[in-house]
């Protein structure tokens, strides 16, 4: 029997908002029980969460603390290309896939669970 899979949808700007910290930490505490398959997915202003500076982040605590486990995953971090400012991921530590919107809308529909911050 397959696990459900659960998106994580991130859309808010990290530099502003507390609401990507949360979602990072809340990804890496549900993939760490193994009940649910864990998708991370970046969306527009989202993208400076995986900057190589997380001191500029609101909480950056929690990108420091849980965003290395969300990255050890089997999966990529998809990063959709509304991203537009990728030179200021540069020197990231992270590594991740660029996907287009029509992505995007294939991983909702092939995941169980969203969560969208």
């Avoid at 970046?42 to 500076?53: F, N, V």
């Avoid at 420091?64 to 509304?82: C, F, K, N, T």
Wanted: proline residues 7%; negative net charge; glycine residues 6%.
């Amino acid at each position: 029997m397959s696990l459900p899979k659960t998106l994580v949808l991130i859309e808010t700007d990290p530099r502003t908002s507390h609401r990507p910290a949360e979602g990072i930490r809340i990804a890496a505490g549900i993939g760490a029980w193994k009940k649910t398959d864990v998708t991370l997915l970046l969306r527009g202003p989202a993208g400076y969460s995986l900057q190589e500076y997380a001191d500029e982040l609101v909480d950056e605590d929690n990108f420091v603390r849980y965003l290395p486990i969300v990255a050890e995953a089997p999966r990529p971090i998809y990063l959709e290309d509304s991203f537009a400012d990728t030179a200021a991921l540069k020197g990231s530590a992270f590594s991740y896939e660029i996907i287009s919107p029509e992505r995007t809308a294939e991983l909702i529909r092939e995941n169980d669970y969203l969560i969208r911050l």
